[in-house]
Structure formats: C-alpha cells, structure tokens
C-alpha cells in the first residue's frame, strides 16, 4: 500500500495555486478545511457562511460573506442552498467579485445540488448530469436490474387519493408501504420526502402529505431491516469500495426521520462481502453508462431477505465526515476525482488506506433538527450507558456520551449526541442507545424531538 503522502499529492496537485470558494456550512466548522487547503497549497478560501456556528470562527481575516439558509431539515439545506447558488445577492456577487476578480476560483458545495456554476465559477464537487439522471425513477430502475437487484414491488401512481389508497393496498405485504414523493419535484435528502404508511396509520393524512409535495408519488412494499450505507470511489482504473456502516434513521409514525451514522456497526461478514460486492457493480454501472467519476454511496436496508436498496448517492455518504476526523484532507478528493486528477492513483491503494482506519477507529456523527431552540446558547447532559440502555450520569460515575443542545442553525436547533468509544459495543447498532438518548433530550429539555422507533435487524 503507498504511503498517505502519495494519495495526498494528487489533491496537491489539484489543489496547488487555486482559489476555492466554500459554501453552506457554519463558519466555524469550516475551520480545519481552511487549515487543510493552506496545507496542500490552495490560496487562503472565500466562505459563503450559513452563519457564525457554534465553536471558535477561523482566523479572522479569512473572505468570508454570512447568508441566511434554511436549516430546518437536510431537505431545507439543500433546497435553500440552490436557490442562492442561482440568485445570490448583489454584495455577495461583489465579495466574490473582489476575491477572484479573474473568476477562475472552483466552489465546493457539500450538498445535493443540480447547478452547474455559482456566479460564473465552476462548482467542482457537484455532478448535476449523473443527478437528473438517477432521480428519474425508470432510470433507477434499470440500474438496479443491471446490477442484478431484485426490488420490492412498487407503482408510480398519480397524487390522487384513489390511486394512492389502491396502490398501498396493492404493494402492503404486512410491514406497510414507503411513499417517495417524485424528486424531480425538488430534490430531496435523507428520506425526508418519503412516508411509511402503515396498518393503522392515517392514509387520508399521508394522501394530503403527497397532494403537497408532487403531482407523482411511488408506492412500494416496505420490508424492515436496519438501515446501513456503503461508500464507493469510482476512480480512471476502477472502484475503491469501502465497508458497510449504519444509518441512523427512525420511523416516528409515518415519518422517517435522519440522525447520523455509525461505523461501530458490524453485517455479517458475508452480508458485508455481499454489499461491498454490489457497490462495487454500481460503480463500474456508473462509470460506463455515465463516464461518471468521484463518490457515490448506496444505502437501504439489510433485513431477513437480505438487502434492499432505496438510495443511490452521486456524492459521499454521511461516513466521509467521521472519515476527516483522521484524513481531512479527503473532502477534497471528490473534486480530484470527477476532473480526473487521480491518474497516478491506484484504487487499491485508496481503499486500503481508508478501510484501515474505518476498522480501528470506529466512531459515530448523531444530530437530529428540532424546531425548540435552548434557552442559552448551550445545553449539556453527560450520559452513561448500561448493558442495553442509556441514563444521565449520577455523582462519581464516569460518562460514556454527552447530549449537546444547541441553536447553531437559522431556524430551529440542534441536538446532538456526542458519543465515546465506549459508547457503543463491537460490532452492534447504536440506535437503541440514540433513541433513549433523544428521549432523555426531550424529557429534561422539552426539545420536541418526539419518541423514535429504531429499526431492527431481522437476520
């Protein structure tokens, strides 16, 4: 395997001399990317700032512009993320303006996105070609047979409450039905336009939800399964293709709700071989149907009848960013990739590189959005952890997670589970653990997160 200083000079290569514009994220957590940048030879960065954000700022003379994005949900973030990609405001234009005067500046835009270009620059990291295409659900359709997977049965039925009604009585085969509102309506992220309809649920209420939100809505069978995710590297030689990790995401009545991921979650090593396998089908799909290069992610469920997908990613997965935690520079690398800088690369080698660390450092990134914001800028509740629960710390003991509630968005707040390494068991889920920690959130804090039924593994 070659030596990190070698994967990271492609990134300097890339990188060296350039003008980078960052945008969307709070100001302080840009911080170690701007460090990052310096050190692989970039000019210092232009931030385009969702605000300040909670920690210390970077330096102070670091170009940054503050804006206003909708925070509420994934979904809000990246909506309103394109909308000011496409309509900026006038002094940001002249920010901009006066940072890259000669418009030569790559942005870098974390987010689901179909824009091309932010004021005349190229945003480097987005691949809105490749992102029409799978959000168009014939086409998903047929990269999935193409790969060999077998999906549950579904319809694309018109938002009409007599199709709607007959569709999910056709496809509910006892567990109930998931609901996708048509992306092309607007893109959406981490299932936050999808409804489970189950016995006993409201299907006037789920039908007026799909009235809402798209003239189209595809109805499936839901098979249960706990949710996980694979990372894929689409490179010029091939796929690097890294292990399986757990998607924190809940049912709350009809509503699928997104908080994080873990990497401390271990599949059956045949079920892992299997995933590693498929996202490897994926990307060779991707690359000769799309001439597609960079990050992609496949996530779904892996349940009794093995795995069934429901997402296919162009981009990395929520595990990139427990992954900076000991490589930052590989956010960076997406952009390498889709312009083809990764010539001298070998995906072996990047593969290796990060399963490495995947295996020895298992950790966990756990946020949910909540509309209560705190009282004070900060509110803290150290936890420990039982042999199959989690309670708030008593006089003396040690802790094993922290509960952060926090208003660093512009519309609602953050809680967030800071979790130990002693957090979660080898090997195990960590949603049981998240859902009585959210809980504790909400009884000592009346955060409004709501009670949150995680999935479970039925193999």
Known sequence: MKEPSELLGAVRRFYRGRKVVLVGQPLSQYARQIETLREVGAHSPFVVASGPGPGPAPEPHVDHFMVRLSTGSHTDISRSTEELLADPPAALRAALDAYDPEGTAIVLCEANIMTRTFCGRLIADAQPDVLARI??????????????????????????????????????????????????????????????????????????????????????????????????????????????????????????????????????????????????????????????????????????????????????????????RFLPWLPLIQAVLIHGGDGALCPGDLEGELLHHLETQRCAAIAIHTPVRPDQDVRTLWLTRGERTVRVVRGGEHSDACLVHSGAGNDGALVALIAGPAFAGAGESVAPLVSEAFALADERWGTGIGALTPASLLR
């Open 135 to 324: 959000a168009d659900w014939d086409e998903e359709d047929l990269l999935w047979k193409s790969v060999g997977v077998r999906r549950p049965p579904a319809s694309v039925v018109r938002s009409e409450a007599g199709e709607l009604t007959r569709a999910h009585e056709r496809h509910d085969l006892g567990q109930g039905t998931l609901w996708r509102a048509d992306p092309r309506a607007g893109m959406h992220v981490a299932m936050e336009q999808t409804r489970l309809v189950r016995e006993g649920t409201d299907v006037t209420r789920a039908v007026r939800w799909a009235q809402d939100h798209a003239e189209r809505i595809q109805v499936s069978s839901f098979v249960t399964g706990i949710p996980v995710a694979v990372n894929g590297f689409v490179m010029t030689d091939g796929t690097a293709v890294l292990r399986p990790y757990e998607e924190l995401l809940f049912r709350q009545g009809e509503h699928l709700r997104f908080a994080g991921c873990s990497t401390h979650f271990d599949p059956a090593l045949a079920d892992r071989d299997r995933l590693r396998r498929l996202t490897a089908e994926v990307g060779a799909y991707l690359s000769r149907t799309f001439g597609f290069h960079g990050a992609f992610h496949v996530s779904g469920l892996l349940g009794s009848a093995g795995f069934v997908p429901h997402a296919l990613v162009p981009r990395a997965g929520a595990a990139m960013g427990l992954m900076t």
